[in-house]
């Protein structure tokens, strides 16, 4: 009995499968696309409060570093992912339908940021009351390579080993590396 209805469960779960289905055809009133949107638009938020700290643009705060280094992990890695249910890509949404067709791919830098968003919430949980020396980045940004073009040999440096401001640069990159590939400009 138990076993016949985990069977109709998933066949029922194959059946609404988003095989060839029409674009956002999981999400008719757009809340998905909206609530992905609004966490998109608070992540940039905090990553420009971040890097107007570092730059000197706006006065760095203990408190305000914290709250924004938390918005990124909390906006990351499974969160990010969550946001993108299949078949809720493709327009009016910006998500291209790649999104869908390179999962694997799209999930690992969801992941890889989330990773250094964490870093650097746990970095920020203990910030000093002014920016030190230590939180700087000492040369260009360089972790061994990227997550996608890794060179072979080179071990992906520890996030928490890496100054504040070097894994702001590094999300910045993971931002744009996705945007480039999985979202669609809209003029
Ligand atoms: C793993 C992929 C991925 C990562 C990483 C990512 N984004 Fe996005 N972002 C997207 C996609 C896809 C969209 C389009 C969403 C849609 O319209 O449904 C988007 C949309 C946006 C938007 C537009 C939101 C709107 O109002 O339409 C902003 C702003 C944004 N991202 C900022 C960021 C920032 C800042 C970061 C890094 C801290 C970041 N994103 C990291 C995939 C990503």
Partial sequence: MRSGIVCAAAVLALAVLPVAAPSLARDPDNAIVTTRQAAMKEMAAAAK??????????????????????????????????????????????????IDQARP??????????RLADALAAKAGNAPAEITADMRMTGPPADGGSLLGKRPGVAEADPAKMPAEHLLHLILQDCTTCHSKFRRKIE
Avoid: W
Wanted: charged share 25%; aromatic share 8%.
């Fill in 105 to 114: 791919e799209f999930e690992a830098l969801a992941r890889h940021i989330g």
């Fill in 49 to 98: 409060a971040i890097a107007e700290m570092f730059d000197g643009k706006r006065a760095y705060e203990r408190a305000a570093f914290k709250a924004a280094a938390g918005t990124l992990s909390a906006r990351t890695g499974g969160a990010l992912i969550a946001g993108f249910p299949r078949g809720t890509v493709g327009a009016p949404s910006a998500a291209k339908r790649e």
